[in-house]
DNA sequence: TGAAAACACGAAAACGATTAAGTTATGTTT
DNA sequence: AAACATAACTTAATCGTTTTCGTGTTTTCA
């Protein structure tokens, strides 16, 4: 392995200004620098991680909280796609995505420790129990932290407008002549927590009345929990016109039963999905779903955290809030 | 921070005593690396990876190429829980993952140059143009690795046996009573080559007559394109009775063409996919399907790549066959 | 009892890079 | 021309660990 030292010597300089060249310090001829640069190329000289952030205290490398849980995790394509978009964008920056859990073979630590271990500057947390105290650790620890969908105190967070996005779909639904609309909600997490909140206001809002009966619990991404709630409301003897899925995939599971029951939609039942995931798109008819915006998502998760980690002093705990899009596809009937 | 030097002041040991104590060497007596240990763990002391890399050359850490182009990359499931799969294991055997890219901040460096400067103690080419200069010099270089469904000359691959995949499919859909097969593939990549191969030479071992218009080009993933092979398979003078799709995704574009043209699946028109999504398993009819073991794909990815970096003297570049299962579900029909 | 072996620990160099502080040589100012 | 500023490098310390080679002490056993 080339390291500077061998450049330094090829060049008849001392290791400090192959350093500066190479960094490309003011304090360095411009001719010997260039020589340095070049020789340096073509020995093949390969910077060291390691012994940068040994020396610097800076490994430009993010940590990345992604536990793969039954529900979210990364085969969830709202999850995989944020993931993508953060290892985009933070390479974009210069910082490299390390992933962070809580054990490393057999010695078991805890995400602020591996964290720490690993040198690294920061940390997205994606998709995990946010109520785990070693999550708690890790976001009041001295690390930059940034959030995606769950608010901590004086912490930077990117949200999903869940809010928004449930006022839009009630009124969608709404105005397209709905005035029974069921809502299957996913597990007790904070997401769902805003989403019922939203619905059940919206619906107070605009003189919608919502029996107890009319919403159901589910399991996010399970088709078949969806699938089951769904068959309770189609067996309601006042039954709704429309029903709002927790997701698009779990949307799958109460399509079946509709059908099933020979019933069709939306001729017989509307429906609205959440997410707005590829398959909503190719399904026919198209789902009318609430597209989450997870591109943007991921990109301001990257750029939230290399700003925090970049200007410690300047940059202030925001929540932003990453609005998405309804998409009114074919789900629904006008009444 | 703590280290290993306030440890040592703390416990009145030398530094070099510290070292091995936690470190579990044997030349330590051991009431003092008990005490050594006690106290470090006390004082909040963690080991620094970088130091320790840059001292030892091994960084337990394993870079993982994961490129996501059009078709394939993480958005599609078989890839993100193959990627899930490496992280767990990877995570058990005590390595952590980084991602290797192209890129990384204004510096474009190649994916070898990327894994050396990470210090990576080996690559996981999991989803990438094999054929690009990069990722031969990546494997040509002296740095473990193991690729994902394609195989380089002396380099572990761990492959999903599409060979077998098409044969179990086709023997099936033969079984079934079905003569007219057709058959719409991906892009051209090793895959493609592979179960095309497969698929040729099992219906010509069967004796059936595969007319070149039963065989069409389409793009992974990707049901518009799918869609639109489906509509030119429906329209022949003698169409097929039976189509294999590229993958379980893209059978949801043959399916809205089938259903557009009034007909039905399995009645009129059978189907077979390949991967074994979730999603295939939560349609109805259940979709026939070759089911990926991702699992195991990813779990024998990080094996693999491991035993190489422990133990490169005595490891072999083999070329491992993960089977897959055909899941029959409903779509084919008995003639 | 005395020499060898075993044990327990320490000193110091090394990994590869960064950087504060020091040293020349050259140029500028008055 | 003396004093000073600037540019261009170099020296040497340092980041936190690991590891080789010693060294002093204790144990073992003929």
Redesign the interface.
């Known amino acids: 392995?080339i390291t500077q030292k061998d450049t330094s010597i090829a060049c008849g300089v001392s290791l400090a200004t192959v350093s500066k060249a190479l960094s490309g310090q003011t304090d360095i001829g411009e001719d010997t620098a260039q020589h340095i640069r070049d020789t340096a190329k073509a020995m093949g000289y390969?910077?060291?991680?390691?012994?940068r952030?040994?020396k610097t205290n800076r490994?430009?490398?993010i940590g990345v909280l992604f536990e793969?849980k039954t529900s979210s995790?990364?085969?969830h394509?709202y999850f995989?796609?944020i993931?993508?978009c953060i290892?985009?964008e933070a390479?974009?920056?210069?910082?490299?995505?390390?992933?962070i859990?809580r054990?490393?073979?057999?010695m078991s630590m805890t995400y602020y420790?591996h964290a720490?271990?690993?040198?690294c500057d920061g940390v997205v947390i994606a998709s995990v129990d946010f109520r785990h105290p070693d999550v708690i650790q890790l976001v009041e620890s001295n690390l930059p932290t940034v959030t995606l969908d769950y608010v901590f105190d004086s912490r930077t967070a990117i949200m999903s407008d869940n809010i928004s996005g449930m006022i839009e779909i009630v009124e969608y639904v709404y105005k397209k002549g709905h005035r029974k609309i069921a809502f299957i909600h996913g597990e007790d997490t904070s997401v769902t927590q805003k989403r019922l909140a939203s619905f059940r206001s919206t619906c107070a809002r605009l003189g919608v009345n919502v029996p107890d009966e009319y919403v159901k619990s589910a399991i996010f991404h399970d088709?078949?929990s969806s699938g089951l709630a769904t068959r309770e409301l189609l067996a309601l003897n006042d039954r709704p016109t429309c029903i709002l899925y927790p997701d698009d995939?779990s949307f799958?599971?109460g399509m079946?039963e509709i059908?099933?029951q020979g019933l069709s939609i939306p001729n017989d039942i509307s429906a609205v999905g959440y997410d707005g995931i590829?398959?909503s798109q190719?399904?026919?008819p198209r789902l009318a779903t609430y597209r989450q915006d997870a591109v943007t998502m991921g990109v301001k998760a990257a750029e939230s955290i290399v700003d925090i980690i970049e200007h410690p002093l300047t940059s202030l705990p925001v929540q932003i809030m990453v609005p998405g899009q309804l998409w009114e596809g074919e789900t629904v009937k006008q009444l």
């Open positions: 392995m390969l910077p060291n991680a390691a012994a952030a040994l490994s430009h490398n793969d995790g990364l085969r394509e995989s796609e993931l993508q290892k985009t390479e974009r920056l210069g910082y490299d995505i390390t992933f859990s054990n490393l073979g057999n420790e720490k271990y690993r040198n088709p078949r995939f799958i599971g079946n059908e099933q590829l398959l190719v399904l026919r």
